[in-house]
């Protein structure tokens, strides 16, 4: 495994990678890397011949400086976890890297809506900070693939449309969330949470089964669903934002009467100063 800290030195060995015809696969990360993460790599693995991953804790997409400062930064074990999975390189810039201050261009972009609701309206400016980081990451890797959660539907689905509307040769891979035996989804911020809230993280899955459950069985009234949802997540000790089910692909509320192909059900919710997201999803 290699690992970069300057463009100037990834750009060296991706420029040698490409005059061998090899495909790059590629994952970007803010680190304290877990399961989730590593599935990314997997998967990147089996398409393409070289994976890489970047490790950058972006501080243009954190809306609250104090998330920003406790975010998790793990570099020493972050780099074992890739190495034992093989990773070929990984791509740990400083800010300056990303940001360098003669600035970069970028391109005007219109997500039409898709950045304004659940995580968009609780987290101001947060998508725009996610878009040009990726921008700038793709700018300087130019992959083939690009490998993102399902865990982050959202951001998936902003990131989808930014390709689209710049015509990026990229595809854009979405894996599966990976979760404890308990259902949470794994999330570097779990790290953060008390052993009281750690026992009663697993709701949000249960709720959004629940959920999931009910417009199988033919459910119709959607926003009772989401009552009820949020009620059973405050019983539990958190504190709910938001519990939507949204069409999978605007990303706007979901009306059972509606055209929806996709219903995709979103959930964000404090367990005591961590806030944590997860979210299925349902083709119809
Ligand atoms: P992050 O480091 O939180 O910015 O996440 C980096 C990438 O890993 C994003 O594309 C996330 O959606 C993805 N990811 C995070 N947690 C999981 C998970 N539990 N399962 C699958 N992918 C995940």
Redesign the pocket.
Known sequence: MQYFKRIIDLHKYLSEARANGLTIGF???????????M??IHDSKQQNDRTICSIFVNPTQFNDPADLEKYPRTVAEDLDLLYDHACDVVFLPGVAEIYPQEGFHTPELDFEGLTDVMEGAFRPGHFAGVAQVVYRLLNIIRPDRL??????YQ??TIIHSMLDQLQLPIELVM?????EPDGL????RNRRLTPEFREQAPILFESLSACLEAILEGSKDYRHLEKIAKEAILTAGLEPEYFQIADGYTLQVAHPAGLSKRLVICVAAWAGEVRLIDNLYLDL
């Open positions: 994952a970007p990360t803010m680190g304290a890397l877990h399961a989730g993460h599935s990314l490998y993102m959660g399902q865990k982050d951001q998936w894996c599966t969330t990976v979760r989804a794994m999330s570097s």
